[in-house]
């Protein structure tokens, strides 16, 4: 099989940190609103692409996370990030913007999280937000131990 690629536009939304409720005796965790909103919007774009039959074996994921570019940026910084050459190293981390991202390709994509064992995170800026995913389907056959 061939990688599949996905493309959200807009900006891109980091995991949120759970949220906690209690419900008398019990503490529910819920998702953050925006987190919670964004997982809808990348699984409407993977259902655009998601294959016929969910992805059973190890895949890798790639994600090109390409935030606005800053508007205090000179022309000059504005053009050096475009061709990639200025990236952000502020936080939210690279890794929580493909958490929540990952989350949602669940039971679109693949069957469960576990199969994904490579992950590759990248940010970028960009006048022209948006998340690229890439999902390649791994052909090395893993031995389940358990």
Same mark, same amino acid.
Request: glycine content about 4%.
């Given at each position: 099989?061939?990688?599949?690629?996905?493309?959200?536009?807009?900006?891109?939304?980091?995991?949120?940190?759970?949220?906690?409720?209690?419900?008398?005796?019990?503490?529910?965790? $819920?998702?953050?609103?925006?987190?919670?909103?964004? /997982? *809808? %919007?990348?699984?409407?774009?993977?259902? =655009? #692409?998601?294959?016929?039959?969910?992805?059973?074996?190890?895949?890798?994921?790639?994600?090109?996370?390409?935030?606005?570019?800053?508007?205090?940026?000179?022309?000059?910084?504005?053009?050096?990030?475009?061709?990639?050459?200025?990236?952000?190293?502020?936080?939210?981390?690279?890794?929580? $913007?493909?958490?929540?991202?990952?989350?949602?390709? /669940? *039971? %679109?994509?693949?069957?469960?999280?576990? =199969? #994904?064992?490579?992950?590759?995170?990248?940010?970028?800026?960009?006048?022209?937000?948006?998340?690229?995913?890439?999902?390649?389907?791994?052909?090395?056959?893993?031995?389940?131990?358990?």
């Amino acid at each position: 099989m061939t990688e599949i690629k996905i493309i959200v536009p807009g900006e891109p939304v980091p995991q949120g940190r759970p949220r906690f409720a209690r419900k008398g005796n019990f503490v529910q965790t $819920y998702d953050p609103p925006k987190s919670k909103q964004y /997982k *809808k %919007i990348v699984a409407f774009y993977a259902n =655009q #692409v998601a294959p016929k039959q969910l992805l059973t074996g190890p895949v890798e994921i790639e994600f090109l996370i390409f935030k606005s570019t800053l508007k205090s940026f000179s022309r000059k910084k504005a053009e050096a990030a475009e061709l990639r050459a200025l990236r952000p190293t502020t936080k939210p981390d690279a890794d929580n $913007y493909a958490k929540g991202a990952m989350d949602a390709l /669940k *039971k %679109i994509i693949w069957e469960d999280d576990g =199969q #994904v064992v490579n992950v590759i995170a990248k940010k970028y800026y960009s006048a022209n937000p948006r998340m690229e995913i890439t999902v390649r389907p791994l052909e090395v056959q893993q031995e389940k131990l358990f």
